[in-house]
């Protein structure tokens, strides 16, 4: 079991096209369903444009505002430069410190708990054999060599228990 600060902190990795955003996407409700406050954080490897140039909430932002947000009655949206050393921890204090778990999808270099994902048909190995902070693996594809908990990619609910207790939530 693994005790931390809240929100708990636990990154879906893997390789490419391997399924984490579908995996996450499943699991998100599973985990609300138990009462879990889910936030999570896409790691983006280039920089991240989702506003229009021209836009006023761009033109704040360009203008040195930081940060810059902008709202309607059903959502928001918070633009806000980082450093690059910017580490997951403190990204997790400062924006989702109302939540009882944050999911990442990424964040491979973390050392916080992690599972994998990972399809029979990669041309890769799995991570798992070289990173100790991997917890657990979601595949279509069982091996009795891994030493780590292993659920099929359609265990949905088997996985969330799992995260709950490992995490103690």
């Not at 633009?79 to 400062?94: D, G, H, V, W």
Request: charged content about 25%.
């Amino acid at each position: 079991m693994i005790k931390s600060e809240k929100p708990a902190i636990l990154s879906f990795v893997g390789h490419s096209n391997s399924g984490k955003t579908e995996l996450i996407t499943k699991i998100i409700p599973v985990l609300k369903n138990h009462g879990i406050r889910v936030g999570i954080i896409k790691h983006a490897g280039s920089p991240i444009v989702i506003d229009k140039k021209g836009k006023d909430s761009q033109r704040h932002f360009e203008a040195g505002a930081n940060p810059a947000m902008v709202c309607s009655d059903h959502h928001m949206a918070l633009f806000s430069r980082i450093k690059p050393e910017i580490k997951l921890k403190q990204l997790a204090q400062r924006y989702f410190n109302d939540n009882d778990l944050l999911l990442t999808e990424g964040f491979k270099q973390e050392k916080y708990p992690k599972i994998e994902v990972y399809r029979n048909d990669s041309q890769f190995k799995p991570l798992c054999l070289t990173d100790s902070s991997i917890v657990g693996i979601v595949t279509d594809y069982s091996n009795k060599s891994w030493a780590i908990p292993q659920y099929n990619i359609d265990d949905i609910e088997g996985l969330a228990d799992y995260i709950l207790q490992k995490l103690n939530l």
